[in-house]
């Protein structure tokens, strides 16, 4: 099956699974300030039509992490995506650069064009595509601030767009970081901090030898172990296995195998090397730093030898920081530093559930009762 083939078959499997669950869906197309052109998934309702037309719905925008797609907030029955709409909601499911439903740009081609196409890390996702989404929501809907939830590089993307453009804080009525990707300094990052240093040392072999990567095809392996995985129950636990190595600890308790078929089928997309590269970057430095590309770059991007930080107390808009005890990719005191850095943490929450992980924000099987209801209680007070 060719590249667009597989585009095309998951972009249906996940148009389908909504609509046949009884929901309308909107596909929207949004173009970036630098060219992307970028697809943005719309639930306006649920259900009862009816119910639109007696309620003006605050949007909530819904960003995916890194590895993912829109396809997360709604693979399940108890997806985040039909528990908003349910609860009044008018959901938008971003869609960003690279993924399975983002492959689009005015000029290039993603695989012709690929060294070209791929040329950006999570700080153009923040700072064009996040940018992109808002100014495209709140025009539709005629809002002047919505809420946002954005899972691991979702909420790094929305750091990035905040504490760069400053004006973007004040379309947004809360910040929902579900696991955010920001401080690693505490983490028991063993295998990534390796994979960081192994990373950097490729990508310096591959610059000497003037070769660059583009995007990294986790996808297509992905979809192969996991299938693999439904056939019994040893091949049920090496694909949980894997999926533990890419997205931190297995919760076996809170994954069902119907639930890895479904995960099978859009899980994990696509992401660009950078993308990687630069998370390397932060872990190694312990930095929350822009993308460095050393030093005679840096010095013309940044009139600097080394990338600028973020600067995260120019993040004003109220946050909320939810987070998993078993989360491998950074520690509790993680999240304490990362609230001491943010200007305007207004609430923090860790789940209860020993086990919930970097992943079950999105796949846990009682997600609703140990998550979203409490993500809920903070929209209704934002919106």
């Given amino acids: 099956m060719s ?50 037309n007696k309620l003006q719905r605050k949007p909530v925008l819904l960003v995916h992490g890194l590895l993912a797609s829109c396809a997360d907030w709604v693979n399940l029955e108890n997806g985040l995506g039909y528990f908003l709409v349910d609860n009044g909601y008018d959901v938008w499911l971003a869609n960003c650069r690279g993924t399975t439903f983002s492959r689009g ?15 950006f890390s999570w700080h153009e996702i923040g700072y064009y595509d996040v940018a992109a989404f808002i100014d495209h929501v709140l025009s539709i809907t005629q809002f002047s601030k919505l809420l946002y939830i954005g899972h691991s590089q979702g909420a790094t993307a929305v750091f990035v767009l905040t504490s760069t453009k400053q004006e973007y804080n004040d379309k947004i009525s809360l910040c929902c970081a579900l696991a955010p990707a920001v401080v690693f300094d505490k983490a028991k990052l063993f295998p990534m901090k390796l ?28 979809r192969c172990i996991i299938r693999q995985g439904e056939s019994n129950s040893f091949s049920r636990r ?28 859009t899980t994990v997309n696509s992401a660009s090397w950078r993308q990687f590269i630069h998370y390397c970057q932060c872990i190694q430095s312990r930095k929350f730093a822009q993308y460095d ?20 107390l120019k993040v004003t808009v109220p946050v909320a920081i939810f987070y998993g005890k078993n989360d491998v990719f950074f520690h509790a005191e993680d999240i304490i530093s990362l609230t001491k ?3 305007n943490v207004v609430h923090k929450y860790e789940i209860e559930w020993k086990l919930f992980n970097h992943m079950d924000f999105l796949y846990a099987n009682d997600s609703v009762t140990l998550a979203y209801k409490y993500i809920l209680d903070m929209l209704q007070i934002y919106k």
């Avoid at 909107?26 to 259900?47: A, C, M, Q, W």
């Avoid at 994979?195 to 992905?222: D, E, K, W």
């Avoid at 997205?247 to 195998?257: L, P, R, S």
């Avoid at 590309?293 to 995260?312: H, M, Q, T, W």
Wanted: aromatic fraction near 12%.
């Fill in 341 to 343: 850095k943010l200007g």
């Fill in 105 to 119: 740009h005015v000029s290039l081609d993603f695989q012709k064009n690929a060294a070209e196409y791929w040329d």
């Fill in 195 to 222: 994979m960081a240093n192994i990373c950097q040392r490729i990508q310096a072999l591959l610059n000497f030898f003037h070769v660059y990567p583009s995007s990294i095809p986790f996808g297509t392996l992905t």
């Fill in 238 to 265: 090496i694909a949980l296995l894997y999926l533990a190595l890419i997205a931190g600890h297995a919760d076996i308790e809170q994954t069902t195998k119907m639930e890895l078929s479904t995960i099978g089928v």
């Fill in 3 to 52: 590249t667009i083939e597989e585009c095309c078959r998951i972009s249906n499997f996940v148009k389908d699974s909504v609509q046949k669950r009884g929901y309308p869906l909107e596909v929207h197309s949004v173009t970036t300030e630098d060219g992307y052109i970028n697809s943005l998934f719309r639930i306006p309702h649920g259900k009862d039509t009816d119910t639109f």
């Fill in 293 to 312: 590309f050393g030093k005679p770059r840096n010095e013309e991007l940044y009139n600097s030898i080394c990338p600028p930080e973020y600067d995260l």
